[in-house]
């Protein structure tokens, strides 16, 4: 019998049904493990009716929260499974996760416009403020998932405009969670401070936190005041927020504290700069565990034991994984290597299964992160093979932007690289040759232009007009030219 | 030589109705949700998250030349269009004043 994560929390709810599994994010909102299993069958019940059975895939076009979270359980106990369509992308990348990947129906919010052209059938209203959307079939899916017995598919898009789709089983999952379990110790005296977006944080997160019994903390905003209060009313052992929440916190200026019961404020997503976690630590006294986080693989290493002393690493890789750096230079950097429970299960497109995937390297993931390793196994994570840019934690690779740009007719060639932002981290920048016979448009006019087709943390800060782009011998632009 | 399209951040328009436009496009990608004005509570409606905050700082520091300090990131200025006019207005007051 293939495992499902809903059967998991149902057996939590069983145990524990007046147990809260969400507090928050409005005043005085509770619900218990019971009272969400109830929403959950409830929902599952609805989706039923409406022709949702074991084997398909729904999109999710919903905001985080606690219908969220329902709603993703509940297609798992109807057997199906769940691709994200993340809100703040652009109608254009959202309408091109329905052609990748295959979606029988979606999931969303009133404003579901964008999803018409690809409806069969009306609107089937699920709760106020939901419906559901069956799909025209637009791609058949790939043989073999079926039997992955998938939970999740997040598309990413790849370096050259591919799409890829990381599948993730509902035993990958598990075995993810239970990994990074044997570091951070989840139970049901734990009260999360949830922070991130649930299209792209749930599996190592959500699941873990229902699967084992804690309680989730809603905040209404991500003010640092609001973080503070949230964390010290619910009595918080734990934290999970990203760099820029902790700064915010570090800034507070309402003199609130941390409670005693904090025992881990984990950061994710984002690299943490020394700066932030020196003055968090010497408001509150407490340091910030520095995480690795990757969606091909989970959560594979945190700074659990030296975080103070330690600073700047993501910790030692947690007991189940094993780790090696490949093609170390003279300072002893190399790309990381990993390999452990949890890997994903396939790339949808182009097709491959993990063990396609993981041939290259005798069986080890190469996770295109560069990394250093000290004398005690504290893994430093110093960069991307990749050219991946990060702009306040959501990533994106240059080319997609590049590729809409050099769409423009004005366009004829496009650059796209990071520069260093002072509360995002990165912000894009593009370097832009102008097509013959054709005068630059203006600054607004660009953003616009890519607005249509890109979310707007991809859209770059500033366009310069260059006479050409910097490249190696061999064609391929250097990005890093100008950083 | 590279010729910057980067616009100035000097403006003599109206601040409202550049910020309002601004959350408009930005934001709600042109989607005005019923009952959108300037008193709107933008962290309230969700139509500020934590990453759009960050963005609209970014584009209202180089666009109306103020810098907001760390301590500055708070909810009151950021719960309407009104009330980030207002601080904008206290932030140039103080500059001009200097």
């Known amino acids: 019998m293939p495992l499902n994560l809903a059967e998991l929390f149902l057996r939590q709810a069983a145990e524990r049904p007046g147990h809260p599994a969400i507090l928050g994010p409005h005043d005085g909102a509770c619900i218990g493990y019971g009272a969400l299993q109830s929403e959950m069958r409830t929902l599952a019940e609805h989706l039923n009716t409406a022709g949702i059975h074991s084997g398909m895939n729904i999109g999710l076009h919903y905001p985080g929260g606690q219908a969220y979270i329902a709603f993703t359980y509940a297609l798992w106990l109807c057997g199906a499974c769940v691709t994200p369509i993340p809100m703040e992308l652009a109608d254009e990348e959202k309408q091109q996760i329905l052609h990748h990947i295959a979606i029988d129906a979606v999931i969303s919010t009133p404003d579901y416009g964008l999803f018409t052209a690809f409806t069969l059938g009306a609107a089937i209203p699920l709760t106020g403020k939901s419906c559901l959307l069956k799909l025209k079939t637009l791609r058949e899916p790939p043989p073999e998932l079926a039997g992955l017995n998938p939970a999740f598919i997040r598309f990413t898009s790849g370096t050259t405009g591919d799409a890829k789709g990381v599948i993730l089983s509902h035993e990958t999952v598990f075995e993810r969670i239970q990994a990074a379990n044997q570091g951070l110790h989840i139970g049901p005296n734990d009260r999360v401070v949830w922070l991130l977006s649930m299209a792209y944080h749930f599996a190592v997160s959500i699941v873990a936190y229902l699967t084992f019994g804690a309680t989730i903390v809603l905040c209404k905003n991500s003010f640092g005041s609001t973080i503070l209060q949230e964390a010290s009313r619910h009595r918080a052992t734990l934290i999970y927020a990203a760099p820029a929440h902790y700064e915010l916190m570090t800034h507070d200026r309402s003199g609130q504290t941390l409670p005693p019961s904090l025992r881990l404020a984990i950061v994710t997503t984002a690299r943490l700069r020394t700066e932030i976690a020196l003055a968090f630590h010497q408001r509150f006294g407490l340091p910030l565990n520095e995480t690795y986080g990757i969606i091909e693989v989970g959560l594979p290493a945190a700074n659990l034991n030296q975080p103070k002393e330690r600073q700047g690493s993501v910790g030692r890789v947690l007991p189940a994984y094993g780790i090696k750096l490949l093609g170390q230079d003279g300072n002893g950097i190399g790309e990381i290597l990993l390999r452990g429970p949890g890997l994903l299960d396939a790339y949808y497109q182009p097709w491959q299964r993990r063990e396609q995937i993981l041939q290259a390297h005798g069986g080890w993931l190469a996770t295109g992160d560069l990394g250093l390793i000290d004398g005690d196994g504290y893994l430093f994570i110093v960069g991307r093979s990749k050219e991946m840019i990060s702009v306040g934690g959501m990533k994106f690779f240059p080319q997609e932007v590049e590729n809409v740009l050099e769409r423009h007719p004005a366009i004829r060639a496009a650059c796209v690289f990071a520069i260093k932002a002072r509360r995002l981290g990165e912000t894009p920048v593009a370097h832009l040759v102008l097509a013959e016979g054709n005068e630059p448009p203006a600054e607004a006019y660009l953003k616009d232009y890519c607005s249509q087709y890109l979310a707007s943390y991809k859209i770059p800060e500033q366009f310069q007009w260059v006479g050409s782009l910097a490249r190696t011998a061999s064609g391929k632009l250097i990005r890093n030219a100008d950083k | ?98």
């Open chain 2, 1 to 98: 030589m590279t010729a910057t399209l980067s616009q100035t951040s000097k403006t003599t328009m109206n601040p409202t109705q550049e910020i309002h436009e601004h959350i408009l496009n930005e934001c709600l990608k042109g989607r005005v949700p019923e009952g959108f004005d300037d008193d709107c509570q933008l962290i309230d409606e969700g139509i500020l998250d934590s990453l759009a905050i960050m963005k609209l700082i970014a584009w209202l520091e180089k666009h109306f030349s103020i810098e907001f300090g760390d301590d500055e990131i708070v909810p009151e200025h950021f719960n309407s269009v009104n009330a980030l006019v207002g601080f904008i207005k206290q932030k140039r007051a103080v500059s001009e004043g200097n």
